[in-house]
């Protein structure tokens, strides 16, 4: 396993459930943690939380390209390239197509495939160019088994998933890595505003699903973990 220690390790989507959670193990472990987000007043809460310095710790909307890129440019004027990219940002909208609206689905595609196309632009290239790094991408079990009411937010993920495969092709002569951990059902505010009868008593805790994430940090040189699927035992679909 790779130590953590002094690892420069950025969190997008860190106030979130899982990515808060990650970022508290990251910290825990001795990594150099960066953290980004929307909610600027829960960014600076956590960061204050685990004593992150200011000038790690960015409010950055993750569909506006040039705030990512502003963001990238920031980050690698200090350490010139991460080690560890996490993207934990997204956004589910479950509906049926009755209900779900044009806005609806651009902003699944918005927040979900073009938000993590942007992290690749803005990112990718610096690793490249050292030829390492690592990036764990978490397009959800939705995105290889969709249900109904999910069209949106499964076009999202399968897209993430086929971007995410192609990119690969371009690393096979590099040492840069690409994970994908495809959770289900995890008690998260994810749920909240999604009209579904789910049993979250059942779910996976954020603080087990950050655990997988925080673990596939640490995935040996010699090996890349190119996919892990988690699910509650009542959800064993795939």
Not at 93 to 109: G, M, V
């Amino acid at each position: 396993m790779e130590s953590l220690f002094k690892k420069n390790v950025l969190i997008v989507g860190a106030t979130g459930g899982i990515g808060s959670e990650v970022a508290r193990l990251m910290k825990n472990s001795l990594a150099n943690v960066f953290l980004t987000g929307r909610n600027g007043a829960a960014l600076q809460k956590l960061a204050s939380e685990l004593a992150i310095p200011s000038s790690q710790v960015f409010e950055m909307d993750i569909t506006n390209a040039a705030a990512v890129e502003a963001t990238a440019q920031k980050i690698h004027e200090q350490i010139s390239v991460l080690d560890i990219l996490i993207n934990a940002a997204g956004i589910g909208i479950i509906r049926p197509l009755e209900k779900l609206t044009y806005e609806d689905f651009d902003r699944s595609i918005d927040v979900n495939l073009k938000g993590s196309f942007y992290l690749f632009k803005s990112f990718l290239p610096a690793m490249k160019a050292v030829k390492k790094g690592l990036v764990i991408n978490m397009p959800g079990v939705l995105s290889k088994t969709p249900m109904a009411g999910a069209s949106a937010y499964s076009a999202s993920k399968y897209g993430l998933n086929g971007l995410t495969k192609s990119i690969r092709e371009e690393l096979k002569r590099t040492n840069v890595r690409i994970t994908n951990i495809y959770l289900g059902g995890v008690d998260t505010p994810f749920w909240d505003e999604i009209d579904l009868r789910v049993q979250k008593n059942k779910f996976i805790t954020q603080k087990e699903a950050a655990k997988s994430v925080w673990f596939l940090c640490q995935q040996p040189r010699s090996g890349v973990v190119s996919e892990m699927i988690i699910q509650p035992f009542n959800h064993q679909a795939i």
